[in-house]
Structures are given as C-alpha cells and as structure tokens.
C-alpha cells in the first residue's frame, strides 16, 4: 500500500520560510518521480516543484529562485524548502508520486503566509 506523509506546514510570516517534508512508502522511490503541488481555495491544483526526465529540477514561474525541490533516498523523503514566502504561496500542499504508471498523493498540509 502506497503511502505519501507530508509535514511541515504552518503560519508564517511575509518574508519567512519553511521546509516541507514528504515520507513515501509501498512504493518505489527515485526522488525523481516525486513532485510538490499545491491548491488554494477555489483554485486548481498547480505544479509547484518537480524533476525532469533527466533528473534536474523544475520549478513553476512563481517560486523560482525561492524554492528549491530536494530528496534523500535513505531516507525515502523528498523535501520543499520555501523562502522569501509570500501571501499568494497560501495553500495546501501536497506531495505526488508516480509509479507503476500511477500517481499517487498525500494528504496535504497547509501552508498559510499572513502577518
């Protein structure tokens, strides 16, 4: 059974950071077929950070420079460290795994930036 396990959400301050984690089990795990989304209310969910097919990260438009994707395979967690957080960056984020030519997703945590 495929389980994904995200952590580190919170309120934080315009300007702040934070660093979410994402724990997989049940499946196999490359770092590389791991990705960070996210959803506000109302609002579809987008793309926040991932890998390409050769391994270099992605980023949306919105938080390049700001945010940087990474994994640790002993440890099977890929990470989100977010900076220079802003209010738009409110939302549940949530982390995917594709295996077995499926996607697989986490609960969420939610990440809320207001003063």
């Known amino acids: 059974q495929v389980q994904l396990v995200e952590s580190g959400g919170g309120l934080v301050q315009p300007g702040g950071s934070l660093r979410l984690s994402c724990v997989a089990s049940g499946m196999l795990f490359t770092g590389y077929n791991m990705a960070w989304y996210r959803q506000a209310p109302g609002n579809q969910r987008d793309m926040v950070a991932g890998?390409?097919?050769?391994?270099?990260?992605n980023y949306a438009d919105s938080v390049k420079g700001r945010f940087t994707i990474t994994s640790d395979g002993a440890k099977r967690t890929v990470y989100l460290q977010m900076s220079s957080l802003k209010s738009e960056d409110t939302a549940v984020y949530y982390c995917k795994g594709r295996w077995g030519g499926h996607d697989y997703w986490g609960q969420g945590t939610q990440v809320t930036v207001s003063s």
């Open positions: 890998f390409s097919t050769y391994g270099s990260p």
